[in-house]
């Protein structure tokens, strides 16, 4: 009955998810379109058109504040949406950018390897990935060159199955080798059925080409 209940789940979440065949990113993945997190503690706001005139927020504190909600052991998906805002708040100075980086990289070198460790290696990589796709080509990048992608596979290798982190590996690989893209969704849907924001984050983000890969190769077994 449970596992009847489960597939019921499931099958509407994939037809949600379905009806979002239209949509497509405008943007950078990491950085335009929002993670939602609920109620979750998380830097201030900031949108897109952040200037550090705007408002009152100290770019200074920003490796400060970070560090300080991540190292709250919150949940995968306010680790990203974190990144995300820490990345438009440190485009505004090239050494709080640098200084956010560094320390995350500091962090995730030193950490052990077990599934605590494997949290600051996500965080390093995500914020990597995150640098690429909103530091402007001709701006001071600290993340050229670092493969954050890479540490964040390496994570979910040290953690085995987490659904949230799959799903930040589908945001990094949009546009990558479509199996590779695919098998991270397929991976996160697996487990959206019990985190409804996890399913909202999916359903509000992926095209229908996607989806429909997943559903015959879902089909198929």
């Known amino acids: 009955m449970i596992s009847r209940a489960s597939s019921i789940v499931s099958a509407v979440l994939m037809a949600i998810v379905c009806t979002c065949a239209t949509r497509v990113f405008a943007g950078p993945p990491l950085i335009c379109h929002p993670i939602e997190i609920g109620k979750a503690p998380t830097l201030p706001w900031v949108d897109l058109n952040y200037q550090k005139a705007d408002n009152s927020y100290n770019l200074q504190n920003l490796a400060k504040d970070t560090l300080a909600v991540l190292d709250a052991k919150p949940a995968v998906l306010v680790r990203m949406e974190t990144l995300r805002r820490a990345t438009l708040y440190a485009r505004q100075d090239p050494q709080v950018a640098k200084e956010l980086l560094t320390r995350l990289r500091a962090r995730a070198t030193e950490a052990p390897a077990n599934a605590g460790g ?104």
Request: charged letters at 20%.
């Open 118 to 221: 494997a949290l600051a290696w996500f965080d390093f990589g995500y914020l990597t990935e995150a640098y690429k796709q909103w530091l402007g080509k001709n701006e001071p990048n600290p993340a050229t060159g670092v493969d954050g992608y890479g540490w964040v596979k390496r994570a979910i290798e040290q953690r085995g199955s987490d659904p949230e982190m799959e799903f930040a590996a589908a945001l990094i690989t949009f546009g990558a080798p479509a199996g590779e893209h695919r098998n991270h969704i397929q991976k996160a849907l697996a487990g959206a059925s019990t985190d409804a924001l996890l399913a909202q984050n999916l359903a509000s983000r992926f095209g229908g080409e996607t989806m429909s890969g997943i559903l015959t190769a879902q089909a198929a077994k």
